[in-house]
């Protein structure tokens, strides 16, 4: 062993206990902005399923579209619905759309991990305080 492996010196620090509180709550911080973005994550995996599912839905009613178009007769009825629609275009008031709510999926590992650090924080803080 050298001299530098056996030389061991220790620092005084003043205030331990505030500057325990501020590690302990600048952690709290981090824990929280990790449980918003675990969340911000899930919600954004939601759209996209929801997205996808959205798209299939519109495949599948083009195609039973097309099939109903092929059973229906041929007629002159589409000229005077063309015309029946731009004359009521000009009359109809556009409706707001309504908004869809999205589930929330929680997912059990990771979002709990981060509440039961968020918890483990806190007690300590509780107990300096």
Known sequence: ??????????IG???PS??????????KTIVEGLQRYENFKMIREQKEAEILMFK???REINKLMTKLKAFLPK???KEIVRK???RKAKKIEEKPIPKIKIEEKVN??????LESDLADIERKLARLG
Do not use: A
Not at 18 to 27: K, P
């Open 13 to 15: 620090v003043k205030e």
């Open 56 to 58: 299939e839905d519109i």
């Open 18 to 27: 505030s500057i325990r509180r501020t590690l302990l709550e600048s952690s």
């Open 84 to 86: 029946e629609k731009k």
């Open 108 to 113: 059990p590992t990771e979002l709990q991990k």
């Open 75 to 77: 007629t002159k009825l």
């Open 1 to 10: 062993m050298t001299d530098k492996e056996t030389d061991v010196f220790y």
